[in-house]
C-alpha cells in the first residue's frame, strides 16, 4: 500500500534487480510494487554515501535505517484523476470491440504522468467488481538458461519406519526443474514449515551447483504470506534467504499452474519414476529415503529424452550451469525477528529461549530490534549493533558482557571469599582473621556470608578503631565469626571481655586443617 515502508528484505530485492541493469519500471512489475516506491528507494540508494554493493551487505535494521526518514505518507493525485473518468471507462467496455488496454492507451495519452496499465487495470477492476474469465494474452516464455528454477511440493507424500518405534513416518517431498533444460530434484523433507523448505531449496542449489537469476514457487505458506494476483507478500524468511544468495523469489499467481507448468509436469514425473518405482521399498530413515530417491532422480535426468538425442543432464551441464550463478561461501542460515525492550538489569529477554542477553547498560529502557539464527543473537539499537552474543538454549539463564554492565554492577558480580578477605586486611589485620575462619569453617555456602562480611566492614568504618580491634580479637577466641556475635560485643563496648594478646589465642586456638589461609580461596 503507497505510503507506508517496504519490507528492508524486499528493498533489498529492488536494488539486487537495478544492480543488475533491470529498470525501473521492471522492478515494479516483477516484485508486484509501485513504480514510485522502486523510484523512491532506489533514488535514495544513489544518494547514499555507501555503493549498492556495500548496502546489500548491511543486516536489515542498518538499512532501514539509512534509507528511511520523514513521514512517506502520501496522497497520490494520479487517483483524483482517474476517479473521475471510472463510470465513462465502464460504459465504454459495454461497447464492442473496445479493451481495457485501448482505454489505456487513450487515458496515458492524455495524462502521461498517469498510472500504469497494470494500475490501470486494478482500480478499473475495483470500480466494477468485474471477474474477468477470458485468458491473459501472454507471450510464451523462452526459458533463458540459467534464469529461473521452478518449485513446488508434491501432493502425495512418502514414508519410512522408525527404528525405535515401528512407527510410520510420512514426509513431504519437494520437487525443482530448471525449465531451460527441464533438469530435476526432488528431496524428502519432514513437513511443509520454512525452515524444512528452506533446507530443502539450499539442498537444491548446492546440487545444481549454482544458483539461478529468479526462484518461482507456488502460493505456499512457507514461502507466501499472503496470495494476490498482483501483489504477492513473500515470507520473510524466504526474502532473507533470496538476499543471502542473490536470487529473487517471484510467487506464481494464484489458481494459474500454467505459470509454473514444467514442475508442474516434474511432479507427475517425480510420482511415475520415483514413488511407483520405490513402492515396494522399506526405508528406515528420513536419510536413507534421500539416497533412494537422489538415485532414481539421477537416472531421470540421464534417461534420454524421446523427441531429442540428449539427456536433461547433458543438456544441463551444456547449457544451463555455467549460466548459473556462484553458490556463496557461507551456507543461509534461518533468521529470525523481534523487537524488545531493554530491561532494568540490562539485559532482553528472548521469549523463543526464555533466556537473556546483556545489552550496554546505557540503553537501558530503550527499545531494540533483535536479529538471531541458531547460533548468533544481534541486537540493534537505533540502526546500530550494540550487542552480539552466541546463542544458548538453556532456559532462565543470563549470557553476560562484562563490559555492557555499570561499574557497580560488575563489582557486585564478581564478589568472592578471596574479595572479602583482601577487603579486611586493607582496613584492619584481625578482621582479615575474621573472615578468614569465617570462610574456612563455612558448612553452608559462602555466598550466605556475603551480607555479613558487608555489613562488618561497615562497621569497621563507623566504630572506634580499638573498640573494634578488641571485639575482633574476642570473636577469634571464642570462634564465633558471625556479624551478629561482633555487632552486640560492640553495641555493649566489650563489657567483661578481658585482654588477651595474639600468643594467647594462638596457644588457645592452634593451627589444624580446618582452617586454611588466604590462598585457599584464590
Not at 538471531?372 to 549493533?385: F, Q
Amino acid at each position: 500500500m503507497a505510503g507506508k515502508n517496504k519490507d528492508m528484505s524486499k528493498v533489498k530485492q529492488m536494488l539486487r534487480l537495478h544492480q543488475n541493469g533491470i529498470s525501473n519500471r521492471q522492478i515494479a512489475i516483477e516484485l508486484s510494487v509501485d513504480k514510485e516506491t522502486v523510484n523512491r528507494y532506489v533514488n535514495r540508494a544513489k544518494c547514499d554515501e555507501l555503493p549498492i554493493v556495500e548496502l546489500l551487505k548491511l543486516d536489515d535494521p542498518v538499512l532501514q535505517h539509512r534509507m528511511t526518514g520523514g513521514n512517506p505518507a502520501y496522497a497520490d493525485p494520479r487517483f483524483e484523476v482517474l476517479k473521475g473518468k471510472l463510470d465513462y471507462l465502464e460504459k465504454e467496455m459495454g461497447k464492442k470491440h473496445v479493451t481495457l488496454q485501448l482505454l489505456w492507451e487513450e487515458y496515458i495519452s492524455e495524462h502521461p504522468d498517469g498510472y500504469s496499465l497494470t494500475q490501470f487495470r486494478y482500480h478499473y477492476r475495483q470500480h466494477t467488481k468485474a471477474k474477468r474469465k477470458n485468458p491473459s494474452s501472454i507471450l510464451k516464455d523462452l526459458y533463458v538458461p540459467g534464469e529461473k528454477l521452478f518449485i513446488d511440493f508434491a501432493g502425495d507424500t512418502m514414508e519410512y519406519i522408525d527404528r525405535e518405534t515401528a512407527e510410520v513416518i510420512k514426509v513431504q517431498v519437494f520437487v525443482a526443474c530448471m525449465p531451460a533444460t527441464d533438469y530435476g530434484f526432488a528431496m524428502a523433507v519432514r513437513s511443509q514449515r520454512s525452515e524444512d523448505f528452506i533446507h530443502a531449496l539450499t539442498s537444491c542449489f548446492e546440487a545444481l551447483g549454482g544458483i539461478p537469476k529468479i526462484i518461482v514457487c507456488d502460493n505456499l505458506k512457507s514461502a507466501v504470506v499472503k496470495t494476490d494476483a498482483y501483489e504477492p507478500q513473500i515470507n520473510r524468511i524466504m526474502e532473507d534467504m533470496a538476499n543471502h544468495y542473490g536470487c529473487v523469489v517471484i510467487p506464481a499467481r494464484p489458481g494459474r499452474p500454467k505459470d509454473k507448468s514444467l514442475v508442474e509436469n516434474q511432479v507427475k514425473i517425480v510420482y511415475s519414476r520415483v514413488y511407483a518405482q520405490l513402492r515396494s521399498s522399506k526405508f528406515f530413515s528420513l536419510e536413507e529415503l534421500n539416497c533412494a530417491i537422489t538415485e532414481k532422480m539421477l537416472a531421470h535426468n540421464r534417461k534420454r529424452m524421446q523427441q531429442h538425442s540428449y539427456t536433461r543432464e547433458e543438456h544441463f551441464l551444456a547449457v544451463e550451469k555455467e549460466a548459473l550463478q556462484p553458490l556463496p561461501i557461507e551456507k543461509f542460515q534461518v533468521r529470525f525477528y523481534a523487537t524488545l525492550p531493554v530491561g532494568h538489569n540490562g539485559c532482553i529477554y528472548l521469549g523463543r529461549d526464555k533466556h537473556h542477553y546483556s545489552v550496554p547498560y546505557i540503553h537501558i529502557g530503550q527499545t531494540s530490534q533483535v536479529i538471531y539464527t541458531a547460533n548468533l543473537v544481534k541486537v540493534y539499537i537505533n540502526g546500530e549493533c550494540v550487542a552480539v552474543h552466541k546463542r544458548e538454549s538453556y532456559q532462565g539463564g543470563y549470557t553476560l558482557d562484562k563490559s555492557h554492565l555499570a561499574s557497580n554492577v560488575n563489582a557486585f558480580r564478581e564478589r568472592s571469599p578471596q574479595y572479602y578477605i583482601n577487603k579486611a586486611n586493607c582496613a584492619l589485620n584481625e578482621l582479615g582473621q575474621v573472615f578468614e575462619c569465617m570462610f574456612a569453617t563455612a558448612t553452608v555456602p559462602v555466598e550466605t556470608f556475603y551480607k555479613g562480611c558487608d555489613g562488618l566492614l561497615k562497621l569497621q568504618r563507623t566504630t572506634d578503631p580499638v573498640l573494634f580491634k578488641k571485639a575482633c580479637d574476642t570473636a577469634l577466641l571464642h570462634q564465633q565469626y558471625r556479624y551478629g556475635f561482633i555487632s552486640r560485643l560492640i553495641k555493649s563496648k566489650c563489657r567483661g571481655v578481658k585482654e588477651i594478646n595474639k600468643n594467647q589465642t594462638l596457644e588457645l586456638f592452634p593451627s589444624h586443617k580446618n582452617v586454611r589461609g588466604k590462598d585457599s580461596f584464590k
